[in-house]
């Protein structure tokens, strides 16, 4: 008789079937749950009790400029990337400048005072919550990342 294949054509390993209903084979399984489960329960006390175990949230400076912030804080947190975009094509295909969601206003409010910039040192607005979400920040390859100068000049 020719050794059992899989549904792909393959034989198992060794060629030979895989026991099941075999005395013990429930007890063996009802182990390797046990263990599954007592290593999962072990890396959540692990996580809980290790001081700084935790992932530390953004440190975040408050805006330099202004009372509050253009839209409610969530709300910037999740769509501020549109926000940014459509600025980005209205500025580019219309030449609209200077709206309520610019980059421009944005690096005003936002820059550091110890630094001057949101994204020149870790602990700068932009970056620390790009870092604490593990996403790549492009906006300052080609815009400035300072407010510019009282004489004016481009973002």
């Not at 393959?10 to 290593?39: E, I």
């Not at 809980?48 to 935790?54: I, K, M, N, R, Y």
């Not at 953004?58 to 009372?67: D, L, Q």
Request: aromatic share 6%; with cysteine.
């Amino acid at each position: 008789m020719a050794p059992p294949r899989s549904v792909f054509g393959a034989s198992p390993p060794g060629g030979q079937r895989q026991r099941t209903g075999k005395a013990g084979s429930a007890a063996f399984a009802w182990l390797d749950a046990a263990v599954v489960f007592a290593m999962v329960a072990g890396l959540g006390l692990a996580a809980s009790t290790v001081p700084g175990a935790a992932l530390a949230a953004p440190a975040i400076e408050r805006a330099i400029k202004g009372e509050r912030c253009v839209e409610d804080t969530a709300l910037m947190r999740r769509n501020h990337m549109r926000y940014l975009e459509h600025q980005r094509d209205a500025t580019v295909h219309g030449g609209i400048r200077g709206a309520r969601h610019s980059l421009k206003g944005c690096v005003e409010c936002h820059a550091s005072a110890r630094t001057g910039s949101v994204a020149a040192q870790p602990t700068d607005f932009c970056t620390s919550c790009h870092a604490y979400a593990a996403v790549k920040i492009d906006c300052f390859e080609c815009h400035a990342s300072r407010p510019a100068a009282a004489g004016g000049g481009r973002p």
